[in-house]
Nanobody, 120 residues
Framework: QVQLVESGGGLVQAGGSLRLSCAASGSIFSINIKGWYRQAPGKQRELVAGITSGGSTNYADSVKGRFTISRDNAKKTMYLQMNSLKPEDTAVYYC??????????????WGQGTQVTVSS
């Protein structure tokens, strides 16, 4: 079993910063922690930022230049540095990971989410 635990969320004023962390534990030998998503009330979950095992990154247009995704492969931990936060960044943030089962099928894992609230 794989567990993902997010931390670092909270309440911040517009223009402020937060750093989210996602730590994987359990059967994580082949785990690939690969992205941050968010879901605001009444909206669908959306990709915020992704990162490959080689370190390539991609971002939603709405966060480019403000958010930075990174990972520490040795620690099986992923981060999201969020700067210049805006009220529209308010959402529950989830980290996402995957691995392969014995039949080489991808399995997706999600953390429990961490609330980010940006006040105006």
């Amino acid at each position: 079993q794989v567990q993902l635990v997010e931390s670092g969320g909270g309440l911040v004023q517009a223009g402020g910063s937060l750093r989210l962390s996602c730590a994987a534990s359990g059967s994580i030998f082949s785990i690939n922690i690969k992205g941050w998503y968010r879901q605001a009330p009444g909206k669908q979950r959306e990709l915020v930022a992704g990162i490959t095992s080689g370190g390539s990154t991609n971002y939603a247009d709405s966060v480019k230049g403000r958010f930075t995704i990174s990972r520490d492969n040795a620690k099986k931990t992923m981060y999201l540095q969020m700067n210049s936060l805006k009220p529209e960044d308010t959402a529950v943030y989830y980290c996402n990971a995957e691995d392969l089962d014995l039949r080489s099928r991808y399995r997706q894992y999600w953390g429990q989410g961490t609330q980010v609230t940006v006040s105006s």
